[in-house]
């Protein structure tokens, strides 16, 4: 099979499908080859926080935390329904870093922008406010400030759905094996891994987007590379509800990291991250260094001990980021930087943060202008992502007209729908009027309709696929669950 396309883009995480975004915007063919799922790896392993860093600003990374607190603006117009504002306290340790140097970096971080519709940041005594109580006593003082939250497997759900709307082809489960580039085009095999067939693709412009896996793929490309990066994982507990109410804590450590305690679908606690360098083997497992790691970090803030034995789900993450000998890993700026080779028009990404993926990609196909003389300027400031246009970006009334407009949907579905479909839940629903409608329950409220739309919507392909990164129920399914769901997608393919 031969196709002519202007980009092919190797990655399907969140730079990848953002480029893809971007690029399809603007009127270029696409491809974007992926050979597992959708944010399979790193994209889906993040702390899911759309933030500026707070913690950059002690490293004087002023241009990253100010780029990260407008798109951090800008995503929550962009997706209303994924996307939502969420307190984080920060309990002072005097022991750690001083009161006026906390003040400072809050005073920043509330500062550099001048659009934010997050509240500011103030200063709170613990001992009189319920956001202290679960706290140890001797934490007297701390800081309340906002980022926001997100589903990150989702954000780059929307951004192939987006693509996907302007042209472009999304091929999951697809490998790239080789590139050769002659007469000014790249040849490009692919293979299919469902059916190992070796697919032959043409394309004016090569991107390489495989985050940790940057360094394996430009060999592929060029055999004689010098491309250098340091891999970072990051791990996280899943754990069962530490305490009540929507708000975070943000804990400091003596090596200078920071663990973030977040709420998690609706029951559960999420803690993260470590920071740990990770050699080339890509063990994506959390290891029991970094358990305790995370586990002595919250006993000695909270009163609740936490053991091993609570943990009900871990997952780990590898970033690829900028080459960095002097500095500690947690020290090296997140930021994003390309590598581009204009005779052999081969463009690179390495590093770059969930928060700012969207600048990331505007940038990434602004440095094709060579290639595309015509090029049309970057839409996605000014475009809803799939499913964000919503009336006012008011979720609240969003989600309030919808239960009513569904009312025979039990409400904790019909919230989970319009937080993970936004508008499209419609699209979810369409021609739908019971519970009967729906099909099949495979338990928690996972039923054959969202299961067939998934698949037929959203790439979709396993259980997996369906239960952790589309949803996040399998935090709920038992063994049994996900055998009777792995039965019913057995016999559909």
Not at 65 to 76: D, S
Not at 319 to 329: A, C, I
Not at 344 to 351: D, E, G, H, K, R
Not at 456 to 469: F, K, P, V, Y
């Amino acid at each position: 099979m031969n196709s002519e396309l202007d980009i092919l883009i190797i990655g399907g995480g969140i730079n990848g499908m953002g480029i893809a975004a971007d690029a399809a915007g603007r009127g270029l063919s696409v491809l974007v080859c992926e050979k597992n799922d959708i944010a399979s790896a790193t994209s889906s392993a993040s702390s899911k926080l759309i933030h500026g860093g707070l913690r950059y600003l002690e490293h004087y990374d002023f241009r990253l935390v100010r780029r990260a607190l407008l798109e951090r603006e800008n995503l929550l117009r962009l997706a209303p329904h994924l996307i939502s504002p969420l307190e984080f306290i920060l309990p002072y340790e005097k022991n750690l870093r001083p009161g006026w140097l906390i003040r400072i970096g809050l005073f920043l971080y509330d500062h550099l922008t001048f659009n934010s519709s997050l509240p500011s940041s103030k200063k709170i005594n613990l001992k009189n406010d319920a956001r202290g109580d679960a706290l140890n006593s001797t934490f007297e003082t701390g800081f309340s400030y906002f980022d926001c939250r997100t589903d990150d497997a989702r954000l780059v759900i929307l951004n192939a759905l987006s693509a996907k709307e302007n042209g472009a082809t999304i091929l999951t489960r697809t490998e790239f094996i080789s590139a050769r580039y002659e007469n000014k085009k790249w040849m490009v095999i692919l293979k299919d891994n469902k059916t190992q067939e070796m697919q032959t693709y043409y394309s004016k412009v090569l991107v390489n987007a495989t985050g940790p896996w940057v360094m394996d793929t430009q060999k592929k490309v060029i055999s004689q590379t010098k491309l250098l990066v340091n891999l970072v994982k990051g791990s996280h507990i899943v754990i069962p509800k530490l305490y009540e109410g929507d708000f975070a804590y943000i804990l400091q450590n003596k090596d200078k990291r920071v663990v973030f305690i977040i709420p998690y679908e609706n029951n559960f606690t999420l803690i993260g991250t470590t920071d740990v360098a990770s050699s080339e083997n890509f063990d994506m497992k959390i290891s029991l260094d970094e358990e305790k790691y995370l586990l002595d970090t919250i006993n000695f803030y909270l009163k609740k001990l936490i053991t091993r034995t609570d943990i009900v789900w871990s997952f780990s993450g590898i970033r690829s980021l900028q080459s960095d000998t002097e500095n500690k890993l947690s020290a090296i700026t997140r930021d994003y930087k390309f590598e581009l080779i204009d005779n052999m028009a081969l463009l690179t990404v390495i590093s770059g943060k969930l928060t700012t993926y969207r600048c990331l990609a505007q940038d990434a196909v602004d440095q094709l202008h060579k290639f595309f003389p015509n090029l049309n300027p970057s839409e996605t400031l000014h475009t809803q992502l799939p499913g964000g246009d919503i009336k006012n970006r008011n979720f609240r009334a969003f989600l309030k007209n919808f239960c009513e407009e569904y009312a025979w949907l039990p409400t904790d579905i019909a919230t989970r729908y319009a937080k993970n479909y936004g508008t499209r839940a419609k699209l979810l629903l369409q021609n739908k009027n019971s519970m009967n409608d729906l099909g099949e329950n495979f338990s928690h409220g996972l039923y054959e309709n969202e299961v067939r739309y998934l698949m037929q919507e959203e790439w979709a392909q396993t259980s997996e696929d369906i239960l952790w990164r589309r949803t996040k129920l399998g935090l709920y399914f038992t063994k049994n669950d996900t055998n009777k769901l792995d039965d019913w997608i057995a016999k559909q393919t």
